[in-house]
């Protein structure tokens, strides 16, 4: 079975022509692309303009900038994990939203249940609806969630 499926991209894209025989894939967009991926371990990933993920095993992802969208299911066997900047996310279910920049990177739990941790000591429990932000090694209290990470997963 194929690792991805694309299932929409427009304007400037960089996806794989075939399944990725070696990891790290990297997956890029540009000033005008969008993509939308469906992975083969049940799950789905979104990328919005000028945003770079890279696919670093089947359920490991490092994301790099840009507005990154992952929807993980929660009946999987292993779990799935998250890198940004300044931290990661281990055992990712549900819908989450990543807004990614080397200073400061914002997670939007939009549904399921996320496990935020930072490059430091601190780590957060992040329920539906609730957003955090990430600067060094620090992650913020949980806040309501923003309407412009809320509603980019659904574009």
């Avoid at 089947?58 to 066997?77: C, D, H, I, M, P």
């Avoid at 496990?115 to 609806?129: A, D, I, N, Y």
């Amino acid at each position: 079975e194929p690792a991805f499926e694309v299932l929409s991209q427009k304007g400037n894209c960089q996806i794989p022509a075939s399944d990725p025989a070696t990891w790290p894939v990297t997956l890029e967009t540009g000033g005008d692309g969008q993509m939308q991926i469906r992975l083969s371990h049940a799950g789905e990933l979104r990328l919005r303009e000028d945003s770079r993920v890279v696919w670093l095993g089947l359920k490991e992802f490092r994301v790099e900038q840009g507005l990154v969208g992952f929807r993980v299911a929660s009946n999987t066997t292993s779990a799935t994990r998250i890198l940004f900047p300044q931290g990661e996310i281990r055992r990712a279910s549900g819908i989450l939203v990543i807004k990614a920049h080397p200073l400061l990177t914002r997670i939007g739990c939009v549904k399921g249940v996320q496990q935020v941790f930072g490059s430091g000591p601190t780590e957060r429990t992040l329920l539906p609806k609730k957003e955090v932000a990430a600067a060094r090694a620090e992650i913020s209290k949980e806040y309501l969630i923003t309407d412009d990470l809320y509603f980019s997963w659904y574009w």
